[in-house]
């Protein structure tokens, strides 16, 4: 008699477990995901947008990374430098 008893607790803590605490978690990870989703198709569509607006005759292109530039290209010329005098 105890062990039916045991066995019917365990079994209706399962349930109130699956259905109380993992399916709406799943229902809610699967709705962020959704509206991740569209926000990223959103903002690649106003890029595109932005893109042909710009560069009207061009055709339309993927978003790209910024060229990647190998070492400081940064030139200083003697004109540019201005000597510091100290003010006393």
């Known amino acids: 008699m105890l062990d039916v008893i045991v066995t019917i607790l365990i079994l209706y803590l399962l349930y109130k477990?699956?259905?109380?605490?993992?399916?709406?978690?799943?229902?809610?990870?699967?709705?962020?995901?959704?509206?991740?989703?569209?926000?990223?198709?959103?903002?690649?569509?106003?890029?595109?947008?932005?893109?042909?607006?710009?560069?009207?005759?061009?055709?339309?292109?993927?978003?790209s990374s910024p060229p990647k530039q190998s070492g400081p290209t940064t030139t200083t010329t003697d004109s540019e430098y201005i000597d510091f005098e100290e003010i006393k």
């Open 17 to 63: 477990l699956i259905f109380d605490f993992i399916v709406p978690v799943a229902k809610t990870t699967s709705q962020v995901k959704q509206q991740f989703n569209n926000l990223n198709g959103m903002r690649e569509e106003m890029l595109r947008r932005q893109q042909q607006q710009q560069n009207p005759n061009a055709a339309p292109k993927k978003p």
